[in-house]
């Protein structure tokens, strides 16, 4: 567990200069301030349609007990990650990124939602998976349901769920997803987007898709 | 400055006008499976320093923890892993944590798709281990990705 807070200790000074331009408390923050800010401005090209055969229509459950399908119920575009609501490790990583890209986004004029299929049904329930993403984002919407439903999800993500080790701690860790799926109102998948690049880069790509076609 | 140099590299796809076409092309890369956080976000230290052994902790930590793998091939680029040989769902499956740190030669289809290289590894041609030892220089990248020992 020592690692799991060590490294979301580190993450804190990356995430916290990410925009500043300013000062850094380090070269390797001045360094990852300086790359991010050069990745944002490569050009991206004109948007496509997605060469892998990724999503597809489902039925889970909401953080408010509501059922939800793939389509967004007000219409907006989604932010779609597997990972944990209940979270001790490092998705740390991925869903702070989904939530300051949400708001990234809004002051592009895009509505986006944000939302959280769980990896880990146990863990993440109806009942506790609200408050935490709270925390993230106030749109913030988590998704679980039936070990048949969430398995039928994950196929259509093709997203590994392994178990790779017991923490003593909190229990089961799986190894789950990587990318940030975006998609339009209706559940198409447009693109996916690592989690690993700064919002400012992540931004661009998602309103280089709303702004296109593809996307209405 | 040379970290900008190497992420422009690595992102070259990006120096692209236009993307290629849209089905993907088969390649053979060599190259490491890497961490990508903790490559591009420097937070860990340099570029040097968090790939190889020194790394393959942080590493196995990173790939279980929803991190992309990517392979940072010879030609300087990094791949972002979509799929690898064995393992029958996305990135960050058991194939890859057996993986992590080590120098592959890859076999696949890539994709160039909003300034970023993907591939899915149809076939790992070869694995060679971890070859890049760089814990003698660097000792563990992080420290504390080292297990507490049992008390």
Same mark, same amino acid.
């Given at each position: 567990? @020592?690692?799991?807070?060590? !490294?979301?200790?580190?993450?804190?000074?990356?995430?916290?200069?990410?925009?500043?331009?300013?000062?850094?408390?380090?070269?390797?923050?001045?360094?990852?301030?300086?790359?991010?800010?050069?990745?944002?401005?490569?050009?991206?090209?004109?948007?496509?349609?997605?060469?892998?055969?990724?999503?597809?229509?489902?039925?889970?459950?909401?953080?408010?007990?509501?059922? @939800?399908?793939?389509?967004?119920?007000?219409?907006?575009?989604?932010?779609? !990650?597997?990972?944990?609501?209940?979270?001790?490790?490092?998705?740390?990583?991925? /869903?702070?990124?989904?939530? #300051?890209?949400?708001?990234?986004?809004?002051?592009?004029?895009?509505?986006?939602?944000?939302?959280?299929?769980?990896?880990?049904?146990? @863990?993440?329930?109806?009942?506790? /998976?609200?408050?935490?993403?709270?925390?993230?984002? #106030?749109?913030?919407?988590?998704?679980?349901?039936?070990?048949?439903?969430?398995?039928?999800?994950?196929?259509?993500?093709?997203?590994?769920?392994?178990?790779?080790?017991?923490?003593?701690?909190?229990?089961?860790?799986?190894?789950?997803?990587?990318?940030?799926?975006?998609?339009?109102?209706?559940?198409?998948?447009?693109?996916?987007?690592?989690?690993?690049?700064?919002?400012?880069?992540?931004?661009?790509?998602?309103?280089?898709?709303?702004?296109?076609?593809?996307?209405? | 400055?040379?970290?900008?140099?190497?992420?422009?590299?690595?992102?070259?796809?990006?120096?692209?006008?236009?993307?290629?076409?849209?089905?993907?092309?088969?390649?053979?890369?060599?190259?490491?499976?890497? %961490?990508?956080?903790?490559?591009?976000?420097?937070?860990?230290?340099?570029? %040097?320093?968090?790939?190889?052994?020194?790394?393959?902790?942080?590493?196995?930590?990173?790939?279980?923890?929803?991190?992309?793998?990517?392979?940072?091939?010879?030609?300087?680029?990094?791949?972002?892993?979509?799929?690898?040989?064995?393992?029958?769902?996305?990135?960050?499956?058991?194939?890859?944590?057996?993986?992590?740190?080590?120098?592959?030669?890859?076999?696949?289809?890539?994709?160039?798709? %909003?300034?970023?290289?993907?591939?899915?590894?149809?076939?790992?041609?070869? %694995?060679?281990?971890?070859?890049?030892?760089?814990?003698?220089?660097?000792?563990?990248?992080?420290?504390?990705?080292?297990?507490?020992?049992?008390?």
């Amino acid at each position: 567990m @020592r690692f799991a807070v060590a !490294f979301m200790a580190s993450l804190l000074p990356v995430l916290a200069h990410a925009h500043d331009g300013v000062t850094h408390g380090s070269d390797a923050e001045a360094a990852a301030h300086q790359a991010e800010a050069a990745v944002a401005n490569l050009p991206l090209g004109a948007p496509t349609e997605l060469p892998f055969d990724l999503g597809g229509q489902f039925e889970l459950v909401d953080h408010t007990g509501s059922a @939800r399908s793939e389509a967004d119920p007000d219409g907006h575009s989604q932010l779609l !990650f597997f990972g944990y609501a209940n979270c001790p490790s490092i998705c740390a990583v991925a /869903m702070p990124m989904m939530a #300051e890209l949400t708001d990234a986004l809004l002051t592009d004029g895009f509505k986006v939602r944000p939302v959280m299929v769980t990896i880990d049904p146990e @863990r993440d329930t109806v009942v506790n /998976m609200g408050p935490e993403l709270e925390k993230l984002h #106030e749109d913030f919407v988590g998704l679980t349901g039936s070990d048949d439903q969430l398995a039928h999800v994950y196929d259509l993500f093709q997203i590994s769920r392994e178990k790779v080790f017991d923490d003593p701690e909190y229990g089961a860790v799986y190894a789950h997803g990587s990318h940030i799926y975006l998609l339009d109102d209706q559940g198409k998948v447009l693109t996916l987007i690592p989690p690993i690049l700064g919002v400012e880069r992540a931004q661009k790509i998602v309103a280089n898709y709303l702004d296109s076609d593809i996307a209405q | 400055m040379k970290r900008l140099s190497i992420l422009l590299a690595v992102m070259g796809a990006a120096a692209s006008p236009t993307y290629a076409a849209e089905q993907g092309e088969r390649i053979e890369i060599k190259g490491e499976l890497i %961490d990508t956080w903790c490559y591009f976000s420097g937070v860990m230290g340099g570029p %040097d320093a968090v790939v190889g052994s020194a790394h393959h902790t942080c590493a196995l930590w990173c790939s279980a923890g929803g991190i992309p793998v990517g392979l940072l091939g010879e030609d300087g680029k990094v791949y972002m892993v979509l799929k690898i040989d064995g393992d029958d769902t996305s990135a960050s499956g058991d194939t890859l944590l057996s993986l992590a740190s080590h120098q592959i030669e890859a076999d696949g289809l890539y994709y160039e798709r %909003d300034g970023l290289n993907y591939i899915v590894v149809e076939n790992v041609v070869s %694995d060679n281990g971890i070859t890049y030892r760089n814990h003698e220089d660097y000792g563990p990248v992080p420290g504390f990705a080292l297990p507490e020992p049992k008390e």
